[in-house]
């Protein structure tokens, strides 16, 4: 089945600390990726997304993600976290034969001051 | 574009009522997307739809649930009758994934509570 898999349902770091959000997924056709961040009491925004070309793609606010085919992964990273990217962070899958977005089930990032 | 628009904001009604939750796309965009987001089961994909027409709608929970798409620029949720137990917030999203971009863009959410 069809299926995405975010392996850590809470994180807490010190400002400053690097980050790296895992996100795997189960699907052997196309796909597009997508981190989405939902700040406290918001709704879901986009955060980075690939479709196509380098796997490396860069997001707003010095975050990057990394697009692995043969691992079937798309993990987030960040350098140095900053308070204010406490938030719960989502990964997507758009999976073009069947034309629909499956989310995982997010992962809470709290980052002490 | 105003974006995504969802009504009402908050919604408290009580066990047994009817609740009908309104969405309204990006012009423009095809396919609508309902999830409900709670905090045990996270984001949850209950139905999309595709050029008006639902396509999966494997994840609406029970009967109570029916969600239709009249026209390219609305969409309804209902829940008859409510329960406590459908206390979430619910959020609309669409995309046009024939733009080149499959990127959904979500509403602000519905925030139900059924006491």
């Known amino acids: 089945a069809q299926s995405v898999s975010q392996h850590n349902h809470h994180v807490i770091l010190s400002e400053a600390a690097s980050l790296e959000l895992g996100c795997n997924y189960s699907?052997?056709?196309?796909?597009?990726l997508f981190w989405y961040v939902q700040y406290p009491g918001q709704h879901l925004q986009l955060l980075l997304k690939?479709?196509?070309?380098?796997?490396l793609v860069k997001g707003i606010k010095g975050f990057e993600a990394e697009f692995i085919k043969s691992k079937f992964s798309f993990n987030l990273r960040k350098p140095s976290v900053q308070w204010s990217d406490t938030a719960e962070y989502f990964c997507?899958?758009?999976?073009?034969?069947?034309?629909?977005?499956?989310f995982g089930k997010g992962t809470r990032l709290h980052i002490l001051p | 574009d105003a974006g995504v628009i969802q009504s009402p904001r908050h919604e408290v009604t009580e066990m047994g009522q009817e609740v009908t939750l309104r969405c309204k796309p990006i012009?423009?965009?095809?396919?609508l997307f309902w999830y409900r987001q709670t905090m045990m089961r996270g984001l949850e994909l209950l139905i999309y739809?595709?050029?008006?027409?639902?396509?999966?709608d494997s994840g609406m929970p029970e009967d109570r649930f029916s969600a239709k798409m009249p026209n390219a620029s609305f969409s309804t949720l209902k829940i008859q009758p409510s329960e406590p137990r459908d206390s979430a917030v619910y959020f609309c999203?669409?995309?046009?994934?024939?733009?080149?971009?499959?990127?959904?863009?979500f509403g602000q959410g519905t925030r139900l509570t059924v006491v």
């Open positions: 012009s423009g965009h095809n396919s």
């Open positions: 999203a669409s995309s046009w994934p024939g733009q080149g971009s499959t990127e959904a863009f």
């Open positions: 997507a899958v758009y999976m073009n034969r069947d034309d629909k977005i499956i």
């Open positions: 690939y479709f196509s070309g380098d796997p």
């Open positions: 699907y052997g056709g196309t796909v597009n």
């Open positions: 739809f595709n050029n008006n027409v639902p396509i999966d």
